[in-house]
C-alpha cells in the first residue's frame, strides 16, 4: 500500500484489481448462500501410511 501511495497504480491496474476482489467476493457469496454441488465436493480418500 505504501507503494501505490507513493507511485499510484495506472486506471487499468486499479480496475483490474477491483475485478478480481469482485469476483472473489461474489463466489464467497454463492458458496455460502447456495453451497457446492456435491459432485464439486472433496471426498476424503484412503489414508496412506508413510514410509
Known amino acids: ?11 487499468r491496474m486499479v480496475i483490474t484489481v477491483l475485478i478480481v476482489v469482485g469476483l ?3 463466489i464467497v457469496g454463492i458458496e ?3 453451497g ?3 459432485w464439486m465436493q472433496v471426498a476424503p ?3 496412506r501410511p508413510t514410509r
Do not use: K, N, Y
Open 36 to 38: 457446492w454441488p456435491e
Open 45 to 47: 480418500g484412503p489414508i
Open 32 to 34: 455460502r448462500t447456495i
Open 24 to 26: 472473489a467476493a461474489v
Open 1 to 11: 500500500m505504501a507503494r501505490w501511495a507513493r507511485r499510484p497504480p495506472s486506471r
